[in-house]
């Protein structure tokens, strides 16, 4: 075990840490706002929408992360859509993630007993007043662990977009191989940063779902 | 105003679940401040006639007319769903199971609808909160959150969130059905109460003696018709027809 390397290299891998926070956390602004909007989709009385919705989701969730990657990056410019690897890398996260972030909104949603919205409706509430004032409030309880769970899950996929040259974490660490030949400490330091990061993570879900709970 | 217009009146109602149809044909009317009671097994359509009124559930066929309005009219969409807020504003509507609002505390409970759909102040509301509580003997609970009532004491928040709009009729869906034994008392009080202030009321109920003492008239509901209604005295005590007076009978016995 190379213990001075380790020394050497954890500053510079803390900085990549962070760029694969900014990723991250740039994927999951994008990611929950597409989600929503999914959502509504497929909770809407039109059934073309409620179609719409569930493509979307099949697509997203039914074809490899790194293929979405590719398609953007690679694919893209062929017909005129051209990023810089790191927003190439944040919209394919995000729209991928969104995918599973739609089901989790979706299922929230529909946790809420039935009762609630037709109280809401019963009392003159129309349908958005009562989702709004109602069922989203009760949902987003619901919602905050599978939010979590994908949350989690992105920012472990965000991995994927070192092929795509985005200097993240995992990025740097196959830079650092080809000049240490160390794989073994280097893979061990990327390995830790990503734990913390989640930890970090898990820990802000806990405390909101506890701060929600108490809520109630 | 025309007060011998009856205040809730069901025409021809039909009402199909797939294949089955479960309400075949209803007619009733409910005066200004009179209560009525509609009992009959369960799978009557007892209940569904109660939602049909507010619009919960769609009529396939005839109409609900309430105070002179058509309830459920022909139109577009979007008048309909402005339509219909407004006329489910004039109607209380109280569930077997409460449905009150978790997340609300009891006061916001009750306030929440006045605030945001009548624009009442919310000083203003507040005060309506504790009348409508002080009615239904909750004053206290006004700040506590639903989870910490009883059964009981839910359902007399939901009629007192029901009462807060200042509707022209109150609908009871099976008010007690979930509660337990001890507490189905002071939910009839509540009940007993409101019709001694002329409420207009349409009470669905599975309890014959609550039904005897507070309606003044009583509809027999089975397999989706009506099939004999009375004042309580003559319905409870010589039935005419034979499917009531077995229902009744399996009941006293039961």
Known sequence: MDIALIGRIVPVFVQAAWTTVELSLLSLALGLAVAALVAMLRLSHVAALRFAGAAYVSVFRGTPALIQIFLLYFGGPQVGIQFEPFAAGAIALGLNIAAYMAESIRGGVLSVDRGQMEAARSLGFGEGQSMRWIVLPQAAKLMIRPLGVNAVALVKGTALVATISVVELTYTAQRFIGSTYKPFEIFAVTAVLYMIMVYGLTLLIDRLDRAYAGEA | ?254
């Open chain 2, 1 to 254: 105003m025309n007060d011998t217009r009856p205040m809730i009146e069901v025409r021809g109602a039909r009402k199909f679940f797939g294949p089955l149809e479960v309400l075949k044909g209803i007619d009733f009317s409910v005066a200004r401040g009179q209560i009525v009671a509609v009992i009959g097994p369960s799978g009557s359509g007892k209940s569904t006639l109660l939602r049909s009124i507010n619009h919960l559930e769609t009529l396939d066929g005839g109409e609900v007319w309430l105070d002179g309005v058509q309830v459920n009219q022909k139109l577009d969409r979007r008048s309909f769903e402005r339509h219909i807020n407004g006329v489910r504003q004039q109607m209380g509507m109280v569930f077997q199971h409460f449905n009150l609002f978790p997340h609300l505390n009891v006061a916001e409970n009750i306030t929440i609808a006045p605030i945001k759909l009548k624009g009442m102040a919310k000083a203003e509301a507040r005060a309506l909160a504790l009348k409508m509580l002080d009615k239904v003997g909750l004053a206290d609970k006004i700040d506590a959150f639903p989870a910490r009532l009883s059964g009981g004491q839910k359902q007399r928040v939901a009629i007192a969130r029901a009462l807060a709009m200042q509707p022209k009729v109150m609908l009871f869906d099976e008010a007690t059905s979930a509660l337990d034994p001890e507490l189905v008392d002071e939910v009839n009080l509540v009940m007993k109460q409101l019709a001694s202030e002329h409420m207009t009321m349409v009470i669905v109920t599975h309890e014959m003696r609550f039904a005897a003492e507070v309606a003044d008239r009583v509809i027999f509901m089975a397999d989706g018709a009506v099939v004999e209604e009375g004042s309580p005295a003559e319905f409870f005590r010589n039935p005419k027809q034979e499917r009531t007076r077995s229902f009744l009978k399996k009941f006293l016995n039961g």
